[in-house]
């Protein structure tokens, strides 16, 4: 159970290798909603409606991500990540499967809820038949937040399947310049940006 620190030293080892590369790197991005998705009507406000914003509003906010990886997205769901059921995590598991198994992508990223992120990583991790990086990214505040932690996770994310090393580490998850390993994940905290971690890392 390991847990990464992605710091400015780190990234750059991970991009500069991905541009000497002949072919870019495919990530796609599935959406699901929740916070990260989710917006206010004042940016300094803690209320937000959870899922109101699309796959293509979350991509555009992190343009550096398409000078990484070839991105691509689409929409699973957009609610409120204590709604997911069953058979939202069905369609889910074969939605990951498929690109990683049968599309030809490096990697996966779902933008999802913080309250059943740990359950959604441990369902993956039995369920996805790949050593490619799945990589679960959620955020604290919504995206209309004047200090908004999504596009930064959503970022880190990105470059997650660039990295080499990140294969066969299985299912984590991105928050505050972390990955964690989907085994150790577990929501502590109600407000911290790094609320879905791993409490005791080895780093």
Sequence with gaps: MRIFKITFLTLMAVVMPAAAMAQTPRSRIIAAGDTIAGVSA???????GAGQADILSLTEAVPQGKDIA?????QLANADSQDMNDEVWLKLAKRVDDPLNREGYDGV???????????????????????????LVGAMRPSTAAF????????????TPVDLSSEGHGVAACMKNELSSAKALIKYHTTDRSASANQDPTT
């Design 109 to 135: 990223l779902i933008t999802h809820g913080t309250d059943t992120m740990e359950d959604t990583a441990c369902l993956l991790s039995l369920t996805v038949h790949s050593d490619k990086p799945v990589v």
């Design 70 to 74: 070839d991105v691509t997205g689409g």
């Design 42 to 48: 004042s940016s300094t406000g803690s209320a937000y």
């Design 148 to 159: 908004a932690d999504g596009p930064a996770n959503l970022y880190n994310g990105v470059c």
